[in-house]
T-cell receptor
């Protein structure tokens, strides 16, 4: 049973560029959440997708957008990258109900230069 | 808004000793849940233990136990008989219901635990 997978593992981008990160949820899970973890900090909630719609959003600008596909996989897009976007981006999957167990992927480490 | 506070940035513990990692929380919701996650240097968040606000007994999972003191709003993680492989970052987190009815997690800043041989 595959757990949550994310790609790519590492990514280096230049300021102003755009990036797309990908996540495949654990088998049977229908909800995907994205978190940003800056160095030395705890993860911060970005948004959550269920049934291909964004259901909840944290305190992140519109430069951060996402998508969920019919197979429940998800993408996180960040436009106009800033140096401060450098972080580990974690994807977590869960079931709509019961929902409290969230399984995390290994993350994508994004470096913006 | 919910808040999680972890006041120990780092801890050093001798192998085979027990260790307690502190976590206090703040919420106005009567129904909530508290998690502890372990994050090794690889980055993946590994679920350790969960405590629901209405659970009567403290949660235990193998060498991990959660010392839940509701009146004091604390949810400390206790690791018994520590091992070298326990060296990692540890995060306390609280689940918060979203408008949608699903839940998101609010994390503390973490404690870096180092086990000394």
């Amino acid at each position: 049973d595959a757990g949550v997978t994310q790609s790519p593992t590492h990514l280096i981008k230049t300021r102003g560029q755009q990036v797309t990160l990908r996540c495949s949820p654990k088998s049977g899970h229908d909800t995907v959440s994205w978190y940003q973890q800056a160095l030395g900090q705890g993860p911060q909630f970005i948004f959550q997708y269920y049934e291909e719609e964004e259901r909840q959003r944290g305190n992140f600008p519109d430069r951060f957008s996402g998508h969920q596909f019919p197979n429940y996989s998800s993408e996180l897009n960040v436009n106009a990258l800033l140096l401060g976007d450098s972080a580990l981006y974690l994807c977590a999957s869960s079931l709509r109900k019961p929902s409290y167990e969230q399984y995390f992927g290994p993350g994508t480490r994004l470096t913006v230069t | 808004a919910q808040k999680i506070t972890q006041t120990q940035p780092g801890m050093f513990v001798q192998e085979k000793e027990a260790v307690t990692l502190d976590c206090t929380y703040d919420t106005s919701d009567p129904s909530y849940g508290l998690f502890w996650y372990k994050q090794p240097s690889s980055g993946e968040m590994i679920f350790l233990i969960y405590q629901g606000s209405y659970d009567q007994q403290n949660a235990t999972e193998g060498r991990y136990s959660l010392n839940f003191q509701k009146a004091r709003k604390s949810a400390n993680l206790v690791i018994s008989a520590s091992q070298l492989g326990d060296s990692a970052m540890y995060f306390c987190a609280m689940r918060e219901a979203t408008n949608f009815g699903n839940e998101k997690l609010t994390f503390g800043t973490g404690t870096r635990l180092t086990i000394i041989p």
